[in-house]
Each structure stands twice: as structure tokens, then as C-alpha cells.
């Protein structure tokens, strides 16, 4: 009896017996067939490796006039176990597509006798197997195929299908071109094996870049802990020594806003800067000039600061720097031996703060006017040893020495006093800058409001404000001070009160805001001589 009449037998259902205790009350049932008869039962399959069993024959049938039981249908003889051979288990490859290659190369499979996989067999699959059609088999040797590398599926099949020999497997070695297929995923629907990545591809292996980045997620302001700078003044300094410095309260708002104007005041400054301060005559420019060059000569220790006093009448500049210089434009513009600072030293004049200045034209008897030419010299020789130039020009917007001043400097500072005069002036210099090709100027402007006597009300200085500043120019109020009212020498460090030392601090980091933005600007003839260089220049030895 072969397997496909064994499964067949095996699928027909058996009907449950009567009870026993029903079988002389319940009438006779119609009778049913529950098996085949005796010539057409065939006999149950040997045993792996054993001789077939010996025919019995069938029970006789029912006497006559006896009523039909049911028979219980005889108990199915298991299929005989069979080991599976190793080829069976490590195979990937089903052998009808094997035979079907075969067919295609012209080659004679062997006859498959049912045994030799369990995909051969004739007739439906079992229950609870997949019964999805089975993808076409590989055609080997195709065109764009690529070659079996070592280490892939298909290597080692010479050795692996040589104990097939016989039951339908391959004869020597595997077709030309074989790249082995995927074990085939059973007992799943719709399931496939991943796709392996190609392999000129090795994003997958390598990794991205932005996925290796350590640098970026460690910062220091996580690990490092905040310290604490120690208080300078107030109650937090008191503490702060009063405890033997265990107790630190750290900078008050006040002291940390100040230190970040200092900051921007110290900002990196290559080449040279000039600064030009602008406004009517009484409104405190030439005490304006003063204060903010002192507070950059304080604070850029490594740089050399110089105010010079380009105002024609009678200029007051010297005056509230150092009293006792006594060179002008003239001296400086005729000495050509002015090879080291030392030599410049001798011509200029300080202050306490460190503050240097080139003072104007003081003398009555036989005036001497400065003109455009003897400026250009002048300050060609001061920007070789002097970084930073605040320039206090004249009340005359139209004479030729204030448009070379407004061609070289780099900022400018316009003052303005709170009343209606003082005012309007500024307010017309603007408007003269802006109408007079100095547009990119009034966007480096900053303007200052000086409430020299301190009768302005807070009403009129806030609508001030307002107006000057809707333009985008940085407005700064100068309060008003005892120590600036009568004159002489200003000194920011020790008589100025804190309040106008610190707007003359915010005016100069406003100033300085454009330093990176301006340096090394090309800049217009300064006239004839060598190039301006920065910082000290010695040339004695030359």
C-alpha cells in the first residue's frame, strides 16, 4: 500500500460508537458503512526496514437477523520514523527546483520515488503547512548574476549533495553561477528573510558621522561647576571678608553689568580707530572727548590712546587733559625725527588715566590756522604710535578741516544739550551727515544728551531720548556733575561721580561695538610720508 492510500484512509472520520446501554431500548439504526470492505481495506505500511506484515482475514460479517452495531474503526498505524539525513537538514534548496534546473540544462533527474522530501509528495500539503505558491527557481548563469563570493551560501555544496546521490540531488559540482537561496520561512504567512545589503554599500557597516559625535554632547558648563566671582562693594563685600571669605554672595546685577561694559570696551581692536565728537560750541563737547578718552586710556592698557583738538576756535581740549602741553600740529607735522614713542612723548601731553593729547592752536599774537594739509601730517605721525584717536572737531560743519576730520574717523559722537537750541543744532547735524554722503557714518552715531546745569526736567530729556533715538542712533544722558561744571582737568577715576563715571562707560562700549566691523578699512591718503602703521615704530638704527 503506498502513502497517498494510507493519508486517505487515514482523512476518512470515524462515526462515535452506541452507548451500551442503549442497545435493547433504542431501535435498530439504519446501518452505515464506517469502513471499507474487506477486499478494498489495504494493508498498513511496514516498518522502516522490516517485511511487510502478514494478511488476515476480515472478521466474519453478522449473523443473520442479528441487529448492526457499530465497529470502532482500527487504530491507525504511525508513520514509521525515519531519521533525516544531515544533507536533508543543512539543505536550502528544494529539490523539485533542483530537477527542474536540471531539466532545463538537459540533464535526466532521478525517478523520486515519494521518499525523498516531503515537498515531493503527490496530493495537498498537510494541514497547518503553507500553502503559499513556491517562488520560481533560480536560473543559473543568468545574464547580471554575480559570482559566489567565499564564505556565501553555495560554497561547499559538492561535498554537502554527494550522499543525495541517487534520490533526486545534484551530480559533482553546483551550476555555474549558483549564489544559494534563502531557507524558505514555513509556518508563517507573508514572512520573507531580510534582504542583505549590497555590497558597495557600507553605510550600514560604517556607521554615519553624526552618529559618532562625543565633542558636541559634553559641555563644560554641565561638568564644571559655576564660580563665583568675589563682590567688590555693597553689603556682599562686607559679607564676604567679614566670614573670612567662606560666605560668597557673588556679584551684585550692578557689578556684572558693569563688567560687561568693560568687556566690550576691551574688545580686540587691530590697526587704528578714530572717534570724532560733533555739536555746537557750549554744549560740553571738548568735556565730552575728555571723559570717554580717559575711560579708554583706563581700561586698554596695551593700546596708546591720544585725544587731539582739531577745533579752529580756540579749542579747550588741552585744557581739560593737561594744562601744560604745549606742542601743536605744527611741531609734530615739521619733526621728522619722531622715530619711537619717546620722541612722540616729548610732544604730547597726559593725563592720570594714561590719556595723551595733541592740543590746538592756543597763541593770539601771529595766529597760526590750521588747515587740511598740515592735519594729514600731523596725524599720519601719531597713528604710528597710537591705536586710538578721539578727534575733537569744530562747531563749523562746512570748514575743510572738519570734512577731513569726518573722512578718517570711524565713529562719531554727537552732542546735544536738553534744551531747544542745543537741540535743534544736533538734530541740523544730523541731517547734514545724512544729506552729505555720510550715511554709513550715522549708522556708527552715537548721541550724547549733556545736562550740563541739571535743570532739564526728566519729561523733556525722555522726549529727547525718543526723537534722536527712532533713527537707530544709541542715545546716552550725561547726568549733571559738580565736579565737571567749573572746568579744568577731568579725572574719571577718583572725582567724577560713579552715576557719570558710568555713562561715560556705556558711551564708550557703544563706541566700540564697531570695532571688528571697521578695523583695517581702507582709509584715504593721509598725506606725504610713510603709511600709518599701529603701535610704537623704532627706527633709529635705520
Given at each position: 500500500?503506498?502513502?497517498?492510500?494510507?493519508?486517505?484512509?487515514?482523512?476518512?472520520?470515524?462515526?462515535?460508537?452506541?452507548?451500551?446501554?442503549?442497545?435493547?431500548?433504542?431501535?435498530?439504526?439504519?446501518?452505515?458503512?464506517?469502513?471499507?470492505?474487506?477486499?478494498?481495506?489495504?494493508?498498513?505500511?511496514?516498518?522502516?526496514?522490516?517485511?511487510?506484515?502478514?494478511?488476515?482475514?476480515?472478521?466474519?460479517?453478522?449473523?443473520?437477523?442479528?441487529?448492526?452495531?457499530?465497529?470502532?474503526?482500527?487504530?491507525v498505524s504511525p508513520e514509521p520514523f525515519r531519521p533525516a539525513f544531515d544533507s536533508e537538514k543543512t539543505s536550502i534548496v528544494r529539490p523539485e527546483w533542483v530537477a527542474q534546473a536540471m531539466g532545463q540544462r538537459g540533464g535526466e533527474p532521478a525517478p523520486d520515488d515519494g521518499k525523498t522530501h516531503p515537498y515531493s509528495q503527490a496530493g495537498p500539503p498537510p494541514p497547518g503547512q503553507l500553502t503559499t505558491p513556491l517562488p520560481p527557481p533560480p536560473v543559473f548563469g543568468a545574464p547580471g548574476s554575480a559570482p559566489s563570493r567565499p564564505g556565501q551560501a553555495g560554497q561547499g555544496f559538492a561535498a554537502g549533495r554527494a550522499?543525495?546521490?541517487?534520490?533526486?540531488?545534484?551530480?559533482?559540482?553546483?551550476?555555474?553561477?549558483?549564489?544559494?537561496?534563502?531557507?524558505?520561512?514555513?509556518?508563517?504567512?507573508?514572512?520573507?528573510?531580510?534582504?542583505?545589503?549590497?555590497?558597495?554599500?557600507?553605510?550600514?557597516?560604517?556607521?554615519?558621522?553624526?552618529?559618532?559625535?562625543?565633542?558636541?554632547?559634553?559641555?563644560?558648563?554641565?561638568?564644571?561647576?559655576?564660580?563665583?566671582?568675589?563682590?567688590?562693594?555693597?553689603?556682599?563685600?562686607?559679607?564676604?571678608?567679614?566670614?573670612?571669605?567662606?560666605?560668597?554672595?557673588?556679584?551684585?546685577?550692578?557689578?556684572?553689568?558693569?563688567?560687561?561694559?568693560?568687556?566690550?570696551?576691551?574688545?580686540?581692536?587691530?590697526?587704528?580707530?578714530?572717534?570724532?565728537?560733533?555739536?555746537?560750541?557750549?554744549?560740553?563737547?571738548?568735556?565730552?572727548?575728555?571723559?570717554?578718552?580717559?575711560?579708554?586710556?583706563?581700561?586698554?592698557?596695551?593700546?596708546?590712546?591720544?585725544?587731539?583738538?582739531?577745533?579752529?576756535?580756540?579749542?579747550?581740549?588741552?585744557?581739560?587733559?593737561?594744562?601744560?602741553?604745549?606742542?601743536?600740529?605744527?611741531?609734530?607735522?615739521?619733526?621728522?625725527?619722531?622715530?619711537?614713542?619717546?620722541?612722540?612723548?616729548?610732544?604730547?601731553?597726559?593725563?592720570?588715566?594714561?590719556?595723551?593729547?595733541?592740543?590746538?592752536?592756543?597763541?593770539?599774537?601771529?595766529?597760526?590756522?590750521?588747515?587740511?594739509?598740515?592735519?594729514?601730517?600731523?596725524?599720519?605721525?601719531?597713528?604710528?604710535?597710537?591705536?586710538?584717536?578721539?578727534?575733537?572737531?569744530?562747531?563749523?560743519?562746512?570748514?575743510?578741516?572738519?570734512?577731513?576730520?569726518?573722512?578718517?574717523?570711524?565713529?562719531?559722537?554727537?552732542?546735544?544739550?536738553?534744551?531747544?537750541?542745543?537741540?535743534?543744532?544736533?538734530?541740523?547735524?544730523?541731517?547734514?551727515?545724512?544729506?552729505?554722503?555720510?550715511?554709513?557714518?550715522?549708522?556708527?552715531?552715537?548721541?550724547?544728551?549733556?545736562?550740563?546745569?541739571?535743570?532739564?526736567?526728566?519729561?523733556?530729556?525722555?522726549?529727547?531720548?525718543?526723537?534722536?533715538?527712532?533713527?537707530?542712533?544709541?542715545?546716552?544722558?550725561?547726568?549733571?556733575?559738580?565736579?565737571?561744571?567749573?572746568?579744568?582737568?577731568?579725572?574719571?577715576?577718583?572725582?567724577?561721580?560713579?552715576?557719570?563715571?558710568?555713562?561715560?562707560?556705556?558711551?564708550?562700549?557703544?563706541?566700540?561695538?564697531?570695532?571688528?566691523?571697521?578695523?583695517?578699512?581702507?582709509?584715504?591718503?593721509?598725506?606725504?610720508?610713510?603709511?600709518?602703521?599701529?603701535?610704537?615704530?623704532?627706527?633709529?638704527?635705520?
Amino acid at each position: 500500500m503506498s502513502e497517498h492510500q494510507s493519508s486517505e484512509f487515514d482523512e476518512r472520520p470515524a462515526m462515535p460508537s452506541r452507548p451500551a446501554d442503549s442497545e435493547s431500548d433504542a431501535p435498530p439504526a439504519p446501518s452505515i458503512p464506517l469502513r471499507p470492505h474487506a477486499g478494498d481495506v489495504p494493508a498498513p505500511p511496514p516498518p522502516f526496514g522490516g517485511a511487510p506484515e502478514e494478511q488476515t482475514e476480515p472478521p466474519a460479517g453478522p449473523e443473520p437477523g442479528a441487529p448492526e452495531r457499530a465497529v470502532p474503526a482500527p487504530p491507525v498505524s504511525p508513520e514509521p520514523f525515519r531519521p533525516a539525513f544531515d544533507s536533508e537538514k543543512t539543505s536550502i534548496v528544494r529539490p523539485e527546483w533542483v530537477a527542474q534546473a536540471m531539466g532545463q540544462r538537459g540533464g535526466e533527474p532521478a525517478p523520486d520515488d515519494g521518499k525523498t522530501h516531503p515537498y515531493s509528495q503527490a496530493g495537498p500539503p498537510p494541514p497547518g503547512q503553507l500553502t503559499t505558491p513556491l517562488p520560481p527557481p533560480p536560473v543559473f548563469g543568468a545574464p547580471g548574476s554575480a559570482p559566489s563570493r567565499p564564505g556565501q551560501a553555495g560554497q561547499g555544496f559538492a561535498a554537502g549533495r554527494a550522499g543525495e546521490q541517487g534520490r533526486g540531488g545534484w551530480q559533482g559540482q553546483p551550476p555555474q553561477g549558483w549564489q544559494g537561496q534563502p531557507r524558505p520561512t514555513l509556518g508563517r504567512e507573508g514572512a520573507s528573510a531580510p534582504a542583505a545589503p549590497a555590497a558597495s554599500d557600507w553605510s550600514a557597516a560604517q556607521g554615519s558621522a553624526a552618529s559618532w559625535n562625543y565633542v558636541d554632547n559634553i559641555r563644560s558648563s554641565e561638568l564644571v561647576p559655576t564660580r563665583r566671582l568675589p563682590p567688590q562693594r555693597g553689603w556682599r563685600k562686607v559679607l564676604y571678608y567679614s566670614t573670612f571669605k567662606l560666605i560668597n554672595p557673588g556679584q551684585s546685577p550692578d557689578e556684572r553689568y558693569e563688567a560687561e561694559l568693560q568687556a566690550k570696551v576691551r574688545t580686540l581692536l587691530r590697526g587704528t580707530y578714530k572717534i570724532g565728537v560733533l555739536g555746537k560750541g557750549g554744549v560740553g563737547k571738548s568735556t565730552t572727548a575728555a571723559g570717554v578718552g580717559s575711560i579708554f586710556a583706563e581700561l586698554r592698557q596695551d593700546d596708546r590712546v591720544v585725544a587731539v583738538d582739531a577745533d579752529t576756535a580756540f579749542g579747550k581740549l588741552g585744557a581739560r587733559i593737561d594744562p601744560k602741553a604745549s606742542n601743536s600740529f605744527w611741531e609734530v607735522a615739521a619733526d621728522r625725527n619722531l622715530h619711537s614713542f619717546a620722541d612722540m612723548r616729548a610732544r604730547v601731553g597726559s593725563n592720570a588715566a594714561g590719556l595723551f593729547v595733541l592740543t590746538g592752536p592756543s597763541e593770539t599774537a601771529r595766529r597760526r590756522v590750521l588747515d587740511p594739509a598740515i592735519y594729514r601730517e600731523a596725524i599720519a605721525q601719531l597713528d604710528r604710535h597710537f591705536t586710538l584717536s578721539i578727534v575733537d572737531c569744530g562747531s563749523t560743519m562746512d570748514s575743510e578741516v572738519t570734512r577731513t576730520v569726518l573722512d578718517d574717523v570711524d565713529a562719531l559722537i554727537v552732542v546735544s544739550s536738553p534744551w531747544f537750541d542745543g537741540a535743534s543744532a544736533a538734530g541740523q547735524t544730523l541731517e547734514w551727515l545724512a544729506n552729505g554722503g555720510y550715511t554709513a557714518l550715522l549708522h556708527r552715531t552715537v548721541v550724547v544728551i549733556n545736562d550740563s546745569d541739571g535743570h532739564a526736567s526728566k519729561k523733556d530729556l525722555k522726549l529727547l531720548t525718543e526723537r534722536f533715538g527712532k533713527h537707530g542712533q544709541k542715545v546716552i544722558t550725561l547726568p549733571y556733575d559738580q565736579h565737571l561744571r567749573p572746568g579744568g582737568v577731568i579725572d574719571v577715576q577718583n572725582e567724577v561721580d560713579p552715576l557719570t563715571r558710568r555713562r561715560y562707560l556705556e558711551l564708550a562700549a557703544a563706541c566700540a561695538e564697531h570695532f571688528a566691523a571697521t578695523t583695517d578699512r581702507p582709509r584715504s591718503a593721509v598725506g606725504p610720508g610713510q603709511p600709518p602703521a599701529a603701535g610704537p615704530v623704532d627706527r633709529r638704527g635705520v
